[in-house]
């Protein structure tokens, strides 16, 4: 089976401007959670959606969205970007009921 | 506030040595703890987990220990080998889909 697969890789992007990423579950798992990883903060978790649906979300501001199509596919949306939003941005997807997260390597982001 | 706890922040380790991490929560309600191991440009993955209700769980050269009543627990690996560097996260989760990392440890193995 393919794993979790994130597009793009690296990001470059401005302040001010707003980024999406993509995220691919491994086929078959409904469940997507994103979860970002800095030097200083480590691993937050930011949302996750199962069946199209946001299931649960972490401490962060509004600029920071999802959503997750029918083929379980799920795209980040972070807007008015910000020089602290530079980070890696992880997703990780799970089979439904199951309790193991599997990680993509993740989007690198830089806010410059 | 940092769910989990997690020392030392970086350990160096003798090949063939025993790396040990230690890990701390203060929530009752965590039921499931998951260790990862990430290598530089990687996705975290997953190495070994356990439930509260057991006090130790072994795979391989990786064990971790379950102190449920100090609210602890901790990730032996024996025999450690250069291929061990990396950095470990433990975590813990209350629902389903939401992990609390720890900060993570940078472990060395030198040869």
């Known amino acids: 089976k393919a794993g979790v697969t994130q597009t793009p890789r690296y990001l470059i992007k401005t302040r001010g401007q707003q980024v999406t990423l993509s995220c691919s579950p491994i086929s078959g798992h409904r469940s997507v959670s994103w979860y970002q990883q800095t030097p200083g903060q480590g691993l937050q978790f930011l949302f996750e959606?199962?069946?199209?649906?946001?299931?649960n979300k972490g401490n962060f501001p509004g600029r920071f969205s999802g959503r997750q199509f029918s083929n379980s596919r799920s795209e980040m949306n972070v807007s008015t970007l910000e020089l602290g939003d530079s980070a890696l941005y992880l997703c990780?997807?799970?089979?439904?009921?199951?309790?193991?997260?599997?990680f993509g390597p993740g989007t690198r982001l830089l806010v410059l | 506030q940092q769910q989990v706890k997690q020392s030392p922040q970086s350990l160096i380790v003798q090949k063939g040595g025993i790396s040990i991490i230690n890990c701390a929560y203060e929530?009752?309600?965590?039921?499931?703890f998951p260790w990862y191991q990430q290598f530089p440009g990687k996705g975290p993955a997953l190495l070994i987990a356990i439930r509260p209700d057991v006090s130790e769980k072994k795979e391989g050269r990786f064990t971790i220990s379950f102190n449920k009543s100090a609210k602890q627990f901790s990730l032996h690996i024996m025999d450690s080998q250069p291929g061990d560097s990396a950095t470990y996260f433990c975590a813990a989760r209350i629902t389903l889909g939401r992990l609390y990392f720890g900060r993570g440890t940078q472990l060395t193995v030198w040869p």
């Open positions: 929530n009752t309600a965590f039921d499931y």
């Open positions: 990780a997807s799970r089979a439904g009921g199951r309790e193991t997260q599997y």
């Open positions: 959606y199962f069946s199209e649906t946001q299931r």
